[in-house]
Each structure stands twice: as structure tokens, then as C-alpha cells.
């Protein structure tokens, strides 16, 4: 009797894990729909950040580090995930307050640029010189005081021609103010994968360090984190309007589904083993009389 009662049960919970369980992929093609949206950042056509996820980047392009090496890109590329930002070194504005935001962020996650990931810094102006990329960078060494860091986070120039090109790849636009002569230009970091594609998008300038650090854990295919960093992600649906994560309804309700079958049907295998080997102590003592396939006592 408890066995049958138990199978009922076992019978109701696979039905509501089913019809949750579907409920929540409905909503997870939806949210998939809406991810697939490319917002851009600013209302001129010729300014703005197109989220090309998955997008292949150019790793062949040669660039000049802060030490006036000539170098190319891919070279902090193969084992990490990539922080990209392209600012110029001369803006005070929107560039500095993107350069402090990148080095708060790292600052408050436990992952450290040259550790766990690499961190890039292009400067989008050609004029702009290695002397002048080596400057910005003892400034923020100094705001990132980890012993990693100052392989770990590169500052880059180069030629015209490579920084459009990167800059196109990321879907990165930005046009030259005739007047100063200085880059106008929307501001957002951009996490690459370590084979060089494009994952996530941060945009503005204050990076949360929750997001950053799920950023990191799924570009690198899971590879860095902890258990806890995995299954908030594992939990979590990055939303390309707003460049943020947030929590996936439909992969807990999924989870839990999966969770609640598993436990009802490992408690229905231990209780019918145990009624069997009941019946069968009761049998050999001969307290249980067998039972003939009429259904009758013997």
C-alpha cells in the first residue's frame, strides 16, 4: 500500500516537473528572442556599441605596448579571457571615468588581471604614443595594486588602419571631432573568450563586479570560478539591453523539476527495496503466508 501510494505521488510530481519544465523553456525561447536584440548606445548612426556576440576578432593585427614593443594581438590571447576597453589617453571625461570604473571593478572581484584573465587597453587615437600608454598604465597599476597586474593589464596604440579594424570587429563606433581632432565615441568594456570572441558586453562606465566576474567565468568556459561562481551563472541570463545578468527563471524552475523528480524517485527505490526485503524476512519466518496469483492466501 505505502509503495503504490508513494508511485501515485512519484506520478504527480514527473507531471508538474513536465508542465513546469515546459512552461520554463516557452520562457527561455522568449528571453532567448529578446537576447538576440543588438541595442546600440547612442542615437547617431555613426556612434555606438553593436553587441556582435560571438564575433571572431582579427588576432593577427600588430599593435605597440607600453613599453614600445611592437606586438600582436593575439599574443594575449590562447589560455584567458580578454577585458577590452578602447579609450584614448588624453580624454579627462568619459575615457578616465572608464579606465577608474575597469580598475574598481577588478579591485573587488577575487580574479586578478594576469591570473585568471587579461586585461587590454587600446587607445582608439593614431596620434596618441607608447610614452603616453606607459603613463596611463603606472596610473592605474597604482588604483590595481596586484603583483599580476603589470603583465596583466596592457596599454596599447597603433595605426589608423589595426584600431578600425579591431574597432569594427567589436562593433565599436566612433568618428573623429574635425574641430579638436579628437575621438567621439561611446564608452563600454567588451569581455573576450581566450579564442578570441566576442562574449559579453558591459556598457557605460561603472561595472558592477558580480556581472564583470560572471562575465569572466562564462568566457572562459567555466574554466576559472568556484562551484558558487558556476552555478550563479548556470542560474543567471545575460540580457543585452541592459548588459547585466539577471536570474533565469526558467533554468531554476528546470533545476528544481529536475531536483524534486530525482528525490522522490530515489526515496520510492529505497522504500520498495525495503518492503521487499521485509516481505521476504517475513516469509522465511513464516509470518507471511504466499500469496497465489488469484490473489488468494494459501
Known sequence: MMTRQFKNLFKIALMAGV?????????????????????NVNTDSNIGIDQKLDAQIPLDLTFTDQTGKQVKLKEYFGDKPVVLALPFYRCAGMCTLE???MAKAFNAISFTAGKEFNAVT???DPKETWTLAAAKQRVYLDN???????????????????IHKLAQAVGFRYI?????????HAVGIIVITPEGRVSRY??????????LKLCLVDA???KIGSLVDKFTLLCS?????????GVAIDRIIKFTCSLTVLILGSAILLLFRFEKQRNAELAASGLLLPVDKSGAKT
Open 19 to 39: 508542465l513546469l519544465g515546459g512552461k520554463a523553456l516557452i520562457g527561455g525561447n522568449t528571453a532567448a528572442a529578446q537576447s538576440a536584440v543588438k541595442p
Open 99 to 101: 579606465l577608474d570604473g
Open 122 to 124: 587600446l587607445s582608439i
Open 144 to 162: 590595481y595594486p596586484r603583483p599580476e597586474a603589470k603583465q596583466g593589464w596592457s596599454f596599447l596604440t597603433g595605426s589608423n588602419e589595426n
Open 176 to 184: 573623429i571631432d574635425p574641430k579638436t581632432q579628437q575621438p567621439i
Open 202 to 211: 558591459l556598457l557605460g562606465v561603472d561595472y558592477s563586479p558580480k556581472d
Open 220 to 222: 572562459s568556459h567555466n
Open 237 to 245: 541570463h545575460y540580457d543585452p539591453t541592459t548588459s547585466r545578468y
